[in-house]
């Protein structure tokens, strides 16, 4: 069945480095492509999403971006602070696309 | 303000206790969601509902019922709880864009643990 797998499951990087996450998926109907940032102890929230019309998508230190060729998107932060500390979760749209497909998330832990 | 409700943030219980999760938004949406979360599988769907009366299953649909009387509401319901039941519980709306879901916006969250 379509699934999503998301890597690394933890990602260490020192404060001011790049950090990049990387989902693939299966469903090649699929047009939607959200990431979602959940911080200890709160609710999952969307930080940015891309639609298959665009190959990449920036919001300042945060971009995505899309291959539908090879079926998969990547989340990159750039300047790492100790603020973006936290699990990322990528979703992908299986069939109808009103399902959402998650990744397994990502824990990300910015060194000082 | 805009937000999403749910109802209780924690619960202990016993096994075959029926019990009803609430969840609640203020922003008119036509889809909500519920999901599971447990460590290392990241958010698994249980239902889904794209409006009023309209209800689907997701990925792991099995012990739990859900119903969509009113567009605000999505109560989740376990008739009969087990402790593979024991997870973080997420209710989420979204508002519909064309033909896919848009931002999802999640409620608090609900521990629930079954003995």
């Known amino acids: 069945g379509e699934n999503v797998e998301q890597h690394p499951s933890t990602l260490s990087v020192q404060e001011g480095d790049s950090a990049v996450i990387k989902c693939t998926y299966s469903d090649s109907a699929s047009n939607y492509f959200p990431w979602y940032k959940q911080e200890l102890g709160k609710r999952p929230q969307l930080i940015i999403d891309i639609r298959s019309n665009v190959g990449e998508k920036k919001d300042q230190r945060i971009a995505v971006t899309l291959n539908k060729t090879a079926k998969h998107f990547s989340l990159h932060i750039t300047e790492t602070q100790p603020e973006d500390s936290a699990v990322y979760f990528c979703?992908?749209?299986?069939?109808?696309?009103?399902?959402?497909?998650w990744g397994a998330g990502t824990k990300l832990i910015i060194k000082p | 303000e805009a937000q999403v409700t749910q109802n209780p943030r924690y619960l202990i219980t016993v096994t075959g206790k029926k019990l009803t999760v609430t969840c609640s938004q203020n922003m008119n949406h036509e889809y909500m969601s519920w999901y599971r979360q447990d460590p290392g599988l990241g958010l698994r769907q249980i239902y889904y509902s794209m409006n009023v009366e309209v209800t689907d299953k997701g990925d792991v649909p099995e012990g739990y019922k859900v119903s969509r009387k009113e567009k605000r509401n999505f109560p989740l319901i376990l008739e009969s709880p087990s402790p593979n039941q024991t997870s973080l519980y997420f209710c989420a709306s979204s508002p519909l864009a064309g033909d896919s879901t848009d931002t999802q916006y999640f409620g608090p969250g609900t521990r629930l643990t079954v003995l």
């Open positions: 979703a992908a749209p299986r069939g109808s696309n009103y399902q959402l497909i």
